[in-house]
């Protein structure tokens, strides 16, 4: 059984929304590669994820234990690589998030494959899987080849694709009996701790309104709260706002912040640079409100104001609130 293989990541319950992202990339590679995509489940009971999961691969491969029930990297590394030299994938994906970022080293060292982390993209280029990950804070996009390997492990920053949403598969259950014998001591799971009271998750919001350096001065901010308030949406920035302590660092979008996926992305103030760029060009709708006609995130937005934003806000705030109220 080779095939691509989608590492599902799951946390208290709920599906991330990262496996969705990678099980759309993984159909398509797998289209090119005219191979299976399997969506492989570790967890203590994995039927509630199957029923969220079924549509979206070919193949469910589901590991059930107790030991599997939260992520710990020494038995989601012993059950996966146990299951990867029987099976042999073509390719296994994960996400670069704080769960793959631990697993997948271990899984690679452990089954001597190359790994391609924090990739932006997966593509197949002559029959061969390339992965294109950013160096050097963004600025370049590095083509990774994994020659003469039959198989490759890449993780993918959260973001980068969409979400599948379209597919129609009747997925095949497969149950795999755990390979783990003993109960792991070297590391437990203790408990899961909630964000502090107050802490703003940014990449979960359906709609951010986000200021940059345009904005003129931290006495502006409320111009820009106002309006999210009125539109149930999130506030978030730029990098120079972080700089200056306008707002704090978990509301920072960029490469250097967070990359985020809104349905509707605001963007007041803000030039475009790249490394905002790179955390945002993936959101449903980016309107962008910039006095500088010539500036770059023009290129990125859909709908655009070419105007002082401190003369826009108050306006677009109160149509707001009408056509709400009305």
Known sequence: MSGIWVLIEHRRGEIREISYEMLGKGRMVA????????????ASDAKAYVDKIKKYASRILTIEDKQLEHYNALSYQAVLSALAREKAPTLLLMGHTSYGMDLAPR???????PL??????VE??????????KMYSDKVNARIGFRGAKNC???VRPGSFPAEIDAAYEGEVISVTSSLTTEIQARKFI???????????????DILVSVGRGIGDAENIPLAEALAQALGATLSCSRPVVDKKWLPKERQVGTSGKTVKPKVYIALGISGAFQHVAGM??????????????APIFNVAQYGIVDDLLKVLPVLTEKVKALRAA
Do not use: M
Not at 124 to 133: D, K, L, Q, T
């Open 124 to 133: 197949v280029s002559e029959g061969n899987i390339e992965a294109i990950r």
């Open 153 to 155: 492990l890449v993780s």
């Open 116 to 121: 391609a982390t924090d990739s932006v993209e």
């Open 281 to 294: 060009k993936n959101s449903g709708a980016i309107i962008a409100v910039n006095k500088d006609p010539k």
């Open 191 to 205: 408990e899961f701790v909630e964000a502090a009271t107050g802490a703003v998750d940014i990449t979960q919001a």
């Open 31 to 42: 289209e090119k590669l005219k191979q299976e995509l399997s969506a492989v489940i570790l």
């Open 107 to 113: 899984l690679s060292a452990a089954l001597k494959w």
